[in-house]
């Protein structure tokens, strides 16, 4: 084939002095005369559409030039047949999340993917469209801490939920991970206060300043929900989403 119809080019960039000039042949012609020792320079478009910029591939040989573009030729065709890696779209993820997250939380989510990579590459599934099921569910009894206390494992598990969900949604996977994975539920223990750190916490309620919005900015309302909760039994979860007008009068 005609190096002119190749998707990534090998030319020739000629030195003043080569005998190519002495040649017949026409100037674009010239570009891909390979019987003399000037630097052969590469040029063009990966299969997959990325651009190889121009460039010297460091040989006058054109067999070892040609190596270079097989190379390029070669990890791009690999790439396009097994799709993207679980390491490639952990970094696009994390990107993509950076805005609205803090430092500490972009951490947090760094460090569970990194151990999901190392995972799912000790496993042979460095790419996303190895996940399985099976595979993710293995991760979060043997890729994760032994030691890691239930509610952070169940803070961990939730992250790599809105991983999967998003992996969906840009079509690193073909399926929708996320509703087959299940959630860790973490037990919370019950702590009792005694009476006299009831009245401690309720008072420091009262000092709450300086907030801008939600509870922090009211302080008495703060308190008074504490109240609610000490008096009903009534779960943080639910107090919250209590609505004072809600409740009729009669047996309900």
Known sequence: MSQANQTIL?????????????????????RFWMECSCPIWILGRTPRGDLVPRQSTGFSDLKQAEAV??????????????????????EKYIASRRHELGEKTVGQHRLLLDRLTRFCEGCHAQYMRNLTVDL??????????????????ATAVAKLRCFLRTAYRRDWISQSLVDKVTPHRAV?????????EVEKILAEALNLNGGTHGYAKHPKTFRLLLELMLETGMRVGDAIRFEPAAPVKGEH
Do not use: I, W
């Not at 993710?136 to 494992?153: H, N, Q, V, W, Y």
């Not at 919370?188 to 006299?196: C, F, G, R, T």
């Open 69 to 90: 573009r097989a190379s390029l030729t070669s990890k791009t065709k690999g790439e396009t047949v097994h799709g993207p890696t679980v390491a490639e779209c952990a």
């Open 136 to 153: 993710l569910e293995t991760f979060k009894t043997e890729g994760l801490p032994e030691d890691m206390a239930d509610t952070s494992k």
């Open 10 to 30: 090998l030319y020739k960039r000629h030195n003043p002095n080569c005998t190519v000039h002495k040649t017949r042949l026409p100037h674009t012609a010239q």
């Open 188 to 196: 919370y223990e019950q702590k009792e206060h005694s009476d006299e």
